[in-house]
């Protein structure tokens, strides 16, 4: 007998998912690898970190990776959109399942995209700077990463689909999220001294450095105490973000 | 002694916490019988019915289904229930999809539902729209494939909210015909109409459901025989009138509403000739006169009243 959860996560895939769609959202960020990696190149000296001088291409193919969460989070989160959309949600709610599992479902799919969407970036990357990571073992350390990431973004956008009216102001919102997010972190360059004291705090406030500075010492360095510290954090804030999910959807209107 | 399948116990719900649309409701049902639930808009079959399915929480009285609490059990009532909504539900998909997604969800064995698939096709008339995205269907298909997807699966109980609205009377017979044989062979159903022939023909038992009350109970015969062969007098009329008067005059159900009286009874034509001249009598103009079969409203104005 297959497990309820895995039985919605099915469903999701075979009915939720438009391939085009699918492709064209976690691509999106090879276009920041191949138009900004590129173009900065040239501008911007290599890049210093932890000891290794990489290309800024090479410096932002962590952060593209990181996105993926992100992306496969909004993607799941607009699931539940298209379920109430076709009263498949309330079908679902008086079906054979724990209510939990219709999360699940969701944040499981979410995963499978950010993992898939995460290999996709490497092979971009790996086409555009010839370079993977330094020690294959940390590509598990990664997928971890990336699936415990999924389960945070994924709780967020739950959330947000519960609360927010109209599948408009979703969109408009998770745009809105996409840019703070993607810019006031580290994905597209380092958090130091150097940087506003405002954007730095933002920064730290915002769970993608945390991913994209985990993700990035994986591929290029050893890991330290700070990873630890970082995974951790991700860990706390996708437990967190995951029972308010659970929360908030109860109260759900059908 | 029969099982019961649904006990539902001085069940009050409310979604604002001041009205209570659902208001001291008691039934039961037991194995194999078919019980319909009759009312009109906003009556609150729908909400006993999410209550029953464990959609909604209870906010008064006891609920049992499958002999457990819905508060406690939950999941496993909702593994042995099959619910059909009143609003439309449907995946984004073909016809054919839909339905071995369904039964993929409800974890049918492979051989089995590809068996099942073929006989609800044949049975809601569905095989030549396989092919054809549920959206693209017409109310009436939609309301067919949602029908049909239900009977995929094995259950012990099966809640029916207005599955015939947008059926053609041929189609809707077949369906009826069709939920009647399940229940010959131990099914339990729930079902809400707001067809009176319809109840007859399928129940064994009905409630008739109003301002969330159950306001008359019982087999169709004894609802027959209390409500059959009644007609109601319409009138229209100019002038002050006496209700209580009214009232004394004529015990039969009288409801007056502004210049509208409506009287409900089994023998308007001995009525009808003594009402005139009462109205007569007091100087009282009847603008318009009318006697009609009772509808279902009717029935329900002198259940209330
Ligand atoms: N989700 C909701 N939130 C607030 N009020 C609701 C909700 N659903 C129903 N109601 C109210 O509860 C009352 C009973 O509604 P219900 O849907 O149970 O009626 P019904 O008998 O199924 O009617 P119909 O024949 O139109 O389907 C109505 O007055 C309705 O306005
Ligand atoms: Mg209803």
């Given at each position: 007998m297959i497990p309820p959860s895995l039985r919605l996560t099915a469903r999701n895939l075979i009915i939720n998912t438009d391939p085009g769609t699918l492709l064209f959202l976690i691509g999106l960020p090879s276009f920041y690898l191949i138009v900004l990696g590129l173009m900065f190149q040239a501008l911007i000296p290599n890049v210093f970190f932890e000891g290794h001088s990489i290309s800024y291409a090479q410096f932002l193919s962590p952060g593209v990776v990181a996105m993926q969460p992100f992306i496969a989070g909004s993607i799941g989160g607009s699931m539940l959109w298209s379920d109430r959309r076709w009263g498949m949600f309330e079908q679902l709610l008086v079906g054979?399942?724990?209510?939990i599992d219709y999360l699940l479902g969701i944040i499981y799919v979410s995963m499978i995209f950010s993992v898939g969407g995460a290999m996709l970036m490497f092979l971009v990357s790996y086409l555009l700077t010839g370079f993977v990571i330094h020690?294959?073992?940390n590509i598990i350390l990664i997928i971890l990463v990336l699936l415990v990431s999924s389960i945070l973004f994924t709780s967020l956008f739950l959330v947000l689909s519960v609360f927010i009216r109209t599948i408009q102001t979703y969109n408009t919102v998770t745009m809105f999220i996409f840019f703070i997010l993607d810019f006031a972190s580290s994905a597209f360059y380092p958090i130091n001294t150097r940087t506003p004291i405002g954007l730095r705090i933002i920064s730290y406030a915002n769970p993608l450095t945390y991913i994209v500075d985990s993700v990035r010492d994986m591929m290029f360095a050893s890991l330290n105490r700070s990873d630890l510290i970082y995974v951790m954090i991700v860990v706390v804030l996708s437990a967190l973000f995951f029972i308010f999910a659970a929360l908030s959807y109860r109260k759900a209107k059908i | 002694m029969l099982e019961k399948v649904i006990e539902v116990d001085h069940l009050r719900q409310t979604y604002d916490g001041r009205?209570?649309?659902?208001?001291d409701v008691s039934f039961y049902v037991s194995k194999g019988e078919i019980y319909g639930l009759l009312g009109k808009n906003g009556a609150g079959k729908t909400t006993t019915i999410r209550t029953m399915t464990t959609i909604l929480p209870v906010h008064y009285g006891k609920v049992r289904i499958l002999g457990m609490d819905v508060s406690e059990n939950a999941e496993r009532i909702r593994k042995r229930i099959g619910v059909v909504l009143q609003n439309e539900s449907f995946d984004f998909a073909s016809v054919e999809r839909n339905l071995k997604v369904y039964g993929m969800l409800w974890d049918v064995p492979r051989e089995v539902l590809k068996a099942r698939i073929e006989e609800v096709l044949e049975v809601f008339d569905l095989s030549s729209l396989r092919k054809v995205r549920a959206m693209e269907l017409s109310g009436g298909q939609k309301k067919r494939l949602q029908v049909a997807r239900e009977f995929l699966h094995d259950m012990d109980l099966l809640f029916l909210d207005e599955?015939?609205?947008?059926?053609d009377p041929i189609m809707r017979r077949s369906v009826l015909n069709y939920i009647r044989d399940k229940a010959r062979k131990g099914l339990t159903v729930l079902y809400t109409t707001q067809i009176m022939e319809e109840a007859d023909y399928l129940c064994d038992r009905i409630a008739i459901m109003n301002k969330g009350k159950i306001v008359a109970e019982g087999t169709s015969s004894d609802l027959k025989a209390k409500y059959g062969d009644l007609k109601t007098i319409h009138v229209i009329i100019s002038g002050e009138l006496d209700y209580n008067s009214l009232k004394v005059k004529f015990p039969e159900d009288v409801i007056v509403d502004n210049d509208e009286i409506r009287i409900v009874s089994k023998n308007v034509e001995d009525i009808l000739p003594d009402l005139i001249i009462y109205l007569k009598a007091r100087g009282i103009r009847i603008e318009r006169i009318s006697v009609e079969e009772s509808s279902l409203d009717d029935v329900f104005l002198k259940v209330v009243s």
């Open positions: 054979p399942f724990h209510r020690y294959v073992v | 009205n209570f649309v659902v208001d599955p015939t609205v947008g059926l």
